[in-house]
């Protein structure tokens, strides 16, 4: 499985963003796939995860403020961001998973993308 993020800028403080994974196969089973973040120096931080069944899961920082979609027949993962803080700054990265157990703590995902960088001032 092949990801590649992209969409990630810099913003000002209280602006959005929309970043897109795209994957070159369907996943069409278990955990599907996931937006993660990290900043240097810490570990990598689950955002936001959007099952095989449809059920999202939010870490409590982002919620209210980060929508995960998907378009199925573009095989192809979104992370909506509204209202950006500087603790949003980070490198964003996509992760699949074909089997269950979706958690935010990324150990259980086999595949990653390269990451797109947010930066909000």
């Known amino acids: 499985v092949q990801l590649v993020e992209s969409g990630g800028n810099s913003v000002q403080a209280g602006g959005s963003l929309k970043l897109t994974c795209t994957a070159n196969?369907?996943?069409?089973?278990?955990?599907?796939m996931a937006w993660y973040r990290q900043v240097p120096g810490k570990k990598r931080e689950g955002v936001a995860i959007?099952?095989?069944?449809?059920?999202?899961t939010y870490a409590n920082s982002v919620k209210g403020r980060l929508t995960i979609s998907r378009d199925n027949a573009k095989n192809t993962l979104y992370l909506q961001m509204y209202n950006l803080k500087p603790d949003d700054t980070a490198m964003y990265y996509c992760?699949?998973?074909?089997?269950?157990?979706?958690?935010?703590?990324?150990?259980?995902?086999?595949?990653w993308g390269q990451g797109t960088q947010v930066t909000v001032s």
């Open positions: 196969i369907a996943i069409t089973n278990g955990c599907g």
């Open positions: 959007l099952d095989t069944a449809g059920v999202t």
């Open positions: 992760a699949a998973r074909d089997s269950w157990g979706c958690e935010l703590d990324p150990s259980g995902y086999a595949y």
